[in-house]
Protein backbone atom coordinates (compact mmCIF):
# COMPACT_ATOMS: atom_id res chain seq x y z
CA UNK A 1 0.00 0.00 0.00
CA UNK A 2 1.18 3.44 -0.89
CA UNK A 3 2.03 5.78 2.05
CA UNK A 4 0.53 9.51 1.73
CA UNK A 5 0.39 12.00 3.65
CA UNK A 6 -1.58 14.87 3.51
CA UNK A 7 -0.09 18.46 4.47
CA UNK A 8 -3.44 21.26 4.25
CA UNK A 9 -3.08 24.68 5.21
CA UNK A 10 -3.71 27.88 3.37
CA UNK A 11 0.03 28.36 2.35
CA UNK A 12 -0.30 32.19 2.77
CA UNK A 13 2.98 32.31 1.69
CA UNK A 14 4.60 28.50 2.48
CA UNK A 15 7.99 28.78 3.70
CA UNK A 16 10.89 27.24 5.20
CA UNK A 17 8.43 26.28 8.18
CA UNK A 18 6.47 23.98 6.01
CA UNK A 19 9.46 22.68 4.24
CA UNK A 20 11.16 21.27 7.15
CA UNK A 21 8.04 19.79 8.96
CA UNK A 22 6.83 17.96 5.82
CA UNK A 23 10.86 16.60 5.11
CA UNK A 24 10.88 15.43 8.95
CA UNK A 25 7.78 14.15 9.03
CA UNK A 26 8.28 12.00 5.45
CA UNK A 27 11.44 10.47 6.73
CA UNK A 28 10.24 9.69 10.14
CA UNK A 29 7.27 7.88 9.02
CA UNK A 30 9.23 6.38 5.69
CA UNK A 31 6.10 7.55 3.40
CA UNK A 32 5.82 7.33 -0.14
CA UNK A 33 5.06 10.93 -0.92
CA UNK A 34 3.43 14.48 0.71
CA UNK A 35 1.09 16.06 -0.74
CA UNK A 36 1.09 19.69 0.11
CA UNK A 37 -2.75 20.56 -0.10
CA UNK A 38 -3.61 24.45 0.23
CA UNK A 39 -7.64 25.12 1.10
CA UNK A 40 -10.02 26.90 -0.85
CA UNK A 41 -11.60 28.87 2.60
CA UNK A 42 -10.31 27.90 5.70
CA UNK A 43 -12.62 26.57 8.36
CA UNK A 44 -10.23 27.44 11.10
CA UNK A 45 -8.92 30.95 10.16
CA UNK A 46 -10.20 33.77 8.82
CA UNK A 47 -9.60 34.64 5.19
CA UNK A 48 -7.33 37.94 6.12
CA UNK A 49 -4.89 38.99 3.03
CA UNK A 50 -5.28 35.71 1.46
CA UNK A 51 -4.13 35.72 -2.19
CA UNK A 52 -6.22 34.02 -4.69
CA UNK A 53 -5.96 30.24 -4.78
CA UNK A 54 -4.31 30.24 -8.23
CA UNK A 55 -1.28 32.52 -6.69
CA UNK A 56 -1.14 29.75 -3.12
CA UNK A 57 -1.10 27.15 -5.50
CA UNK A 58 1.25 28.67 -7.45
CA UNK A 59 3.59 29.37 -4.73
CA UNK A 60 3.23 25.80 -3.03
CA UNK A 61 4.15 23.89 -6.59
CA UNK A 62 7.44 26.79 -6.24
CA UNK A 63 8.67 25.97 -2.98
CA UNK A 64 8.33 21.53 -3.44
CA UNK A 65 9.80 21.54 -6.60
CA UNK A 66 13.36 20.60 -5.78
CA UNK A 67 11.48 17.84 -3.68
CA UNK A 68 10.49 14.72 -5.44
CA UNK A 69 8.72 13.20 -2.65
CA UNK A 70 6.48 16.28 -1.91
CA UNK A 71 3.69 17.17 -4.86
CA UNK A 72 0.71 19.65 -4.60
CA UNK A 73 -2.93 18.14 -3.85
CA UNK A 74 -5.40 20.56 -5.85
CA UNK A 75 -8.39 18.43 -4.34
CA UNK A 76 -9.75 21.52 -1.81
CA UNK A 77 -9.31 24.04 -4.60
CA UNK A 78 -10.74 22.57 -7.70
CA UNK A 79 -13.56 21.71 -4.90
CA UNK A 80 -13.75 25.26 -3.69
CA UNK A 81 -15.65 26.34 -1.01
CA UNK A 82 -15.01 25.84 2.73
CA UNK A 83 -12.78 23.51 3.21
CA UNK A 84 -13.21 20.19 5.87
CA UNK A 85 -10.56 18.06 6.11
CA UNK A 86 -13.19 14.87 6.76
CA UNK A 87 -14.88 15.58 3.14
CA UNK A 88 -11.66 15.34 1.73
CA UNK A 89 -10.01 12.49 3.05
CA UNK A 90 -13.02 10.31 2.22
CA UNK A 91 -13.40 11.53 -1.61
CA UNK A 92 -9.27 10.80 -1.70
CA UNK A 93 -9.79 7.53 -0.13
CA UNK A 94 -12.93 6.68 -2.65
CA UNK A 95 -10.38 7.63 -5.58
CA UNK A 96 -7.48 5.97 -4.11
CA UNK A 97 -8.47 2.57 -2.56
CA UNK A 98 -4.76 1.55 -2.35
CA UNK A 99 -3.51 4.53 -0.11
CA UNK A 100 -3.16 5.26 3.13
CA UNK A 101 -3.88 8.05 3.87
CA UNK A 102 -2.30 10.68 7.30
CA UNK A 103 -2.69 13.81 7.50
CA UNK A 104 -0.49 16.15 9.07
CA UNK A 105 -1.26 19.20 11.50
CA UNK A 106 1.05 21.56 13.31
CA UNK A 107 0.88 22.18 16.82
CA UNK A 108 -1.44 24.83 16.70
CA UNK A 109 -4.45 22.73 15.53
CA UNK A 110 -3.69 19.65 17.77
CA UNK A 111 -5.36 21.65 20.53
CA UNK A 112 -8.50 22.70 18.71
CA UNK A 113 -9.10 19.52 17.70
CA UNK A 114 -12.28 18.76 19.68
CA UNK A 115 -13.93 21.72 17.16
CA UNK A 116 -13.37 20.05 14.04
CA UNK A 117 -15.97 19.21 11.99
CA UNK A 118 -16.51 15.54 12.01
CA UNK A 119 -13.36 14.69 14.23
CA UNK A 120 -14.66 11.45 15.53
CA UNK A 121 -15.27 10.17 11.73
CA UNK A 122 -11.92 11.25 11.03
CA UNK A 123 -9.60 9.88 13.11
CA UNK A 124 -11.10 6.89 12.75
CA UNK A 125 -10.32 7.36 8.85
CA UNK A 126 -6.68 8.38 9.07
CA UNK A 127 -3.72 8.46 11.15
CA UNK A 128 -3.04 12.14 12.32
CA UNK A 129 0.26 12.99 12.47
CA UNK A 130 1.33 16.26 14.64
CA UNK A 131 4.45 18.23 15.22
CA UNK A 132 5.15 20.55 18.27
CA UNK A 133 4.94 24.26 17.23
CA UNK A 134 6.34 26.80 19.81
CA UNK A 135 3.91 28.54 21.85
CA UNK A 136 1.64 26.20 21.09
CA UNK A 137 0.29 23.28 23.47
CA UNK A 138 0.36 20.28 21.68
CA UNK A 139 -2.29 18.42 23.75
CA UNK A 140 -5.58 16.65 22.63
CA UNK A 141 -7.37 13.70 23.81
CA UNK A 142 -7.98 12.46 20.05
CA UNK A 143 -5.08 9.97 19.07
CA UNK A 144 -1.97 11.97 17.58
CA UNK A 145 0.96 10.72 16.30
CA UNK A 146 3.58 13.28 17.44
CA UNK A 147 6.74 13.46 15.45
CA UNK A 148 9.18 15.44 17.17
CA UNK A 149 10.88 17.88 14.69
CA UNK A 150 12.91 21.51 14.69
CA UNK A 151 11.24 24.00 15.71
CA UNK A 152 11.13 27.04 13.96
CA UNK A 153 9.04 29.98 15.38
CA UNK A 154 7.73 31.24 12.36
CA UNK A 155 3.68 31.68 10.61
CA UNK A 156 2.98 32.88 7.21
CA UNK A 157 1.22 36.02 9.36
CA UNK A 158 4.52 36.74 10.54
CA UNK A 159 6.26 36.94 6.92
CA UNK A 160 3.19 38.56 5.22
CA UNK A 161 3.68 41.78 7.83
CA UNK A 162 7.63 41.89 7.08
CA UNK A 163 6.64 41.56 3.39
CA UNK A 164 4.16 43.86 3.60
CA UNK A 165 6.80 46.57 5.17
CA UNK A 166 9.66 45.62 2.75
CA UNK A 167 11.90 43.42 5.62
CA UNK A 168 13.77 40.70 4.28
CA UNK A 169 12.80 37.08 4.16
CA UNK A 170 16.07 36.00 3.29
CA UNK A 171 16.28 32.05 4.43
CA UNK A 172 12.94 32.15 5.39
CA UNK A 173 10.88 31.89 2.15
CA UNK A 174 11.99 29.81 -0.47
CA UNK A 175 13.99 31.94 -3.39
CA UNK A 176 11.47 30.96 -6.46
CA UNK A 177 8.89 32.08 -4.24
CA UNK A 178 10.19 35.25 -3.22
CA UNK A 179 10.42 36.02 -6.69
CA UNK A 180 7.02 35.08 -7.27
CA UNK A 181 5.88 37.30 -4.86
CA UNK A 182 7.76 40.13 -5.63
CA UNK A 183 6.92 39.30 -9.60
CA UNK A 184 2.98 39.00 -8.45
CA UNK A 185 3.24 42.16 -6.13
CA UNK A 186 2.23 40.43 -3.26
CA UNK A 187 1.45 41.70 0.41
CA UNK A 188 2.56 45.13 -0.27
CA UNK A 189 1.07 47.26 2.00
CA UNK A 190 -2.27 49.03 0.96
Not at 66 to 80: A, K, M, Q, T
Not at 143 to 150: F, W
Amino acid sequence: MKKVCIFGGTFNPPHIGHLIMANEVFHALELDEIRFMPNAIPPHKEAVDLCTSDQRKQMVQLAIEPFPYFSLEPIELIRGGRSYTYDTLVELQSKEAETQFSFLIGGDMIASLESWYQIDELVKLVRLVGVKRPGYEAKTNYPVLQIEVPQIDLSSTTLRKRLAIHQDVSLLIPESVQDYIRQEKLYESR
